[in-house]
């Protein structure tokens, strides 16, 4: 009874929500999500958007004014996959701008405390999978955490309707034959099952044949990109054809190749291998989102979603599209209307940044300031 009051104490420390400020961003190169515009003026009221102007001389009144010449504006980076178990890393996440997070596998517990966090600016935007879909032994239960598991064909639809009940964001599915792991026909039918509940299918995957399967069923999306050999022409047309989008994490992957390498008895592919198969996703406008899969290898909530988009760049990606990877890509593939685009009527998710990312992709590591629904974002 005492942990449960310390827990419920400890959550509503972050329920309140600070007051947003009233501002207008002058002559500012706007990078909205989309496109680029010279000379803008950006008006941001109540925590959203208010208009998108050419800018002018007079200042509309009671607004505070932010000197945006010879900056660049573009809308808050979002990480398309987090493990973020406490409010320290969504922490750490907002102070690099990167405003929303997509957690890809949590308990309840943690899930509702970093929603909580979130409501201050100081704490990026979550939504989460909760506990992702596996096996007894499978990819997800071997962290010392109790976890639920789908030990028969049966426990499919209560499995998915117990997430429905914790109100996840999404459905995560575990598909990882080097363990363990559930059949074709259970993440077929797990997938369905999602999609009946009104719910996106999002499918962890090493290997390209369980890429293809999890498209062929109609999954919403890939979190990783597979390791084990360079995708054909036809296999990329598949999956393009399919219409599931792909968070490569290419950081994380690169980092775990020699461990892979000398650890499973598997074809794995090199660093060239996998951005290889980066580009040929991008060529065929296959949707590309930002992720980074952080603490794995160590990587950080913050600053190393940056390094996703240096190796996006490495794969051929242009500096705009690089952009859209961590913005709009991400709203949507996740179906938010809110955010992702610099719009009137949308969250004042914004980064201001001293250089210009689509001259020099790392200009994006020079923010000068970050709002988060309108609000400065401070340490």
Not at 195 to 219: D, K, M, P, Y
Not at 290 to 303: E, F, L, R, S
Request: net charge negative; no cysteine; aromatic share 8%.
């Amino acid at each position: 009874m005492r942990l449960l009051l310390f827990f419920s104490l400890l959550i509503g420390t972050f329920s309140s929500n600070a007051q947003e400020s009233n501002f207008i961003i002058k002559k500012v190169t706007v990078f909205d999500g989309e496109q680029v515009l010279e000379d803008m003026d950006v008006v941001v009221r109540e925590g959203k958007i208010d208009a998108v102007l050419k800018s002018k001389k007079k200042n509309e009144k009671g607004l505070e004014v932010v000197e945006g010449k010879g900056k660049f504006l573009m809308p808050g980076l979002m990480n398309a996959h987090v493990h973020a178990w406490a409010p320290d890393q969504t922490k750490e996440a907002a102070l690099a701008g990167v405003l929303t997070v997509f957690d890809m596998m949590g308990n309840p517990f943690s899930m509702q405390m970093n929603k909580n966090a979130a409501e201050k600016a100081q704490h990026a935007s979550y939504f989460s999978a909760g506990f992702g879909a596996t096996v007894p032994g499978g990819h997800g239960t071997q962290f010392g955490l109790e976890v639920p598991t789908i030990k028969s064909d049966e426990d499919i639809i209560p499995f998915v309707q117990a997430r429905v009940d914790e109100n996840v964001d999404y459905l995560k599915i575990l598909y990882e034959p080097l363990m363990e792991a559930l059949t074709p026909q259970q993440v077929n039918a797990l997938i369905q099952e999602a999609h009946r509940q009104e719910l996106l299918a999002v499918t962890h995957i090493s290997f390209l044949e369980n890429a293809l399967e999890v498209a062929e069923f109609g999954g919403d999306g890939l979190v990783h990109s597979w390791f084990d050999k360079v995708a054909s022409d036809e296999q990329i047309d598949q999956l393009a054809e399919s219409g599931i989008w792909i968070v490569p994490t290419a950081l994380v992957i690169k980092l775990y190749l020699p461990l892979t390498r000398k650890n499973f008895d598997v074809d794995v592919i090199d660093e060239e291998g996998l951005l290889e198969n980066i580009r040929k996703m991008y060529q065929a406008d296959i949707l590309l989102l930002a992720g980074t899969d952080p603490p794995n290898a160590q990587i950080n909530y913050g600053t190393d979603l940056y390094k996703e988009l240096y190796l996006f760049r490495d794969a051929g990606l242009t500096p705009i599209d690089i952009l859209k990877t961590a913005t709009s890509n991400v709203a949507k593939a996740f179906q938010l209307d809110d955010r992702g685009l610099i719009q009137p009527g949308l969250r004042a998710d914004l980064l201001l940044i001293d250089g210009n990312p689509l001259e020099r992709i790392e200009d994006v590591e020079k923010i000068e300031r970050i709002w988060k629904a309108g609000e400065l974002v401070e340490d």
